[in-house]
């Protein structure tokens, strides 16, 4: 009984590190708005409340992924969620 626990810990604990990578790997730190404005939306979808409109250049801090958006911390520290295609996972160059 004692070496089917071990066993059982171990899986776990390899699905749990594997989890963590994903997670990681899919949820960069943070992103900047690469388009000339884009839209901070108070859910993930299209038809939500605009929370504020951001310029090229800003950072947001991503604090987690759903689909094709972002949920982001604002500098004034609101929350809010912005579409994958109007960020760049690095500052772009001013036009």
Not at 29 to 54: D, F, H
Not at 68 to 80: A, E, N
């Amino acid at each position: 009984m004692g070496r089917r626990l071990l066993i059982l810990s171990l899986v776990v604990v390899i699905l749990l590190a594997g989890c963590a990578m994903v997670t990681t790997k899919e949820v960069p730190g943070k992103v900047w708005i690469k388009v000339g404005q884009a839209n901070i939306r108070s859910a993930a979808t299209i038809e939500s409340k605009i929370v504020i409109t951001l310029k090229q250049g800003d950072k947001l801090k991503v604090l987690e992924k759903s689909r094709s958006w972002y949920k982001v911390r604002l500098s004034d520290k609101r929350i809010g969620w912005v579409h994958k295609s109007v960020v760049a996972p690095t500052k772009p160059r001013s036009k």
